[in-house]
C-alpha cells in the first residue's frame, strides 16, 4: 500500500498534463530503443545505391540517405546510443559531480574553496571545447564519450550541490545532528543529501 505522501504525489502528478505526456513520450523513446531489432524496418547500415536519396515514401516513411540506407531504420538504432550516452553521462556527472560539490562545501574554506575554483576554471572553457580536450586525451569509443560527456556534467553538478550545502550545513538540524556525535559522511548523505537530492534529480532529467 502507498503511504499518504505517496497517494498525493501520484494524485499530483496524474493531474499535471504536461508531466504526464512527458512521461509518455519519455516511455515511448525508451520502448523503441529497447525494441529496435523489432520495430526497424531495415538493416540501418545496408546499402543500396538504387534507393539513394529516395524522397518519403510508404516502403520508406522517412527516405533514404546518400547511401540508400534507410532513414527511419537508422533513427531507430540510433535511440539506443541516444539513451545511452544521455543516460550514462549525466548519471556519472549527477554521482561524481553531487559527491565533489558537497564535500567541498563541507570541508571549510580551504579545501573546498581550492576543489571549487578548480571546477570554475575549467566552467571558463566552453563545454564542446572541454568534452573535445577530453576526448582527445581518452581516445574514441562510445564508452569514451560517456565518460567526456560525464566529466563536462561533473562540473555543473559540482557547482550545484555546492551552492545547495553551502546554504543548508549551518542550519539548525545540521548543529543538533552534530550535538549527538554526527560527524562526516554521515551527516552528508543522512542529512544533507536527502535535502538536495530533489534539486539534483531535476536538473539532471533536463540536463
Not at 504536461?18 to 520495430?39: N, P, R
Not at 573535445?132 to 556534467?153: A, F, H, R
Not at 549551518?170 to 554521515?186: D, M, V
Amino acid at each position: 500500500m502507498l503511504s499518504d505522501l505517496h497517494q498525493r504525489q501520484l494524485r499530483a502528478f496524474w493531474r499535471n498534463r504536461v508531466a504526464v505526456i512527458g512521461a509518455v513520450m519519455s516511455l515511448l523513446l525508451i520502448l523503441v530503443a529497447l525494441l529496435a531489432e523489432t520495430l526497424s524496418p531495415y538493416d540501418p547500415v545496408e546499402q543500396n545505391v538504387f534507393y539513394r536519396l529516395t524522397p518519403p515514401e510508404l516502403s520508406h516513411p522517412f527516405g533514404t540517405d546518400s547511401y540508400g540506407r534507410d532513414i527511419l531504420s537508422r533513427i531507430i538504432w540510433g535511440s539506443r546510443i541516444s539513451l545511452a550516452v544521455g543516460i550514462g553521462s549525466v548519471a556519472l556527472g549527477m554521482v561524481l559531480g553531487s559527491f565533489l560539490g558537497m564535500i567541498a562545501a563541507f570541508k571549510g574554506e580551504k579545501m573546498g574553496g581550492g576543489i571549487m575554483r578548480a571546477v570554475d576554471i575549467l566552467l571558463c572553457f566552453p563545454a564542446e571545447i572541454l568534452a573535445i580536450m577530453v576526448l582527445v586525451v581518452l581516445g574514441q569509443g562510445l564508452d569514451k564519450l560517456i565518460i567526456t560527456i560525464g566529466i563536462v556534467m561533473t562540473l555543473r553538478f559540482a557547482r550545484l550541490s555546492y551552492g545547495s550545502t553551502l546554504s543548508l550545513k549551518e542550519r539548525e538540524y545540521i548543529e543538533a545532528a552534530r550535538s549527538i556525535g554526527a560527524r562526516g559522511f554521515r551527516i552528508l548523505f543522512r542529512y544533507i543529501l536527502p535535502n538536495i537530492l530533489g534539486e539534483i534529480l531535476v536538473m539532471s532529467s533536463l540536463w
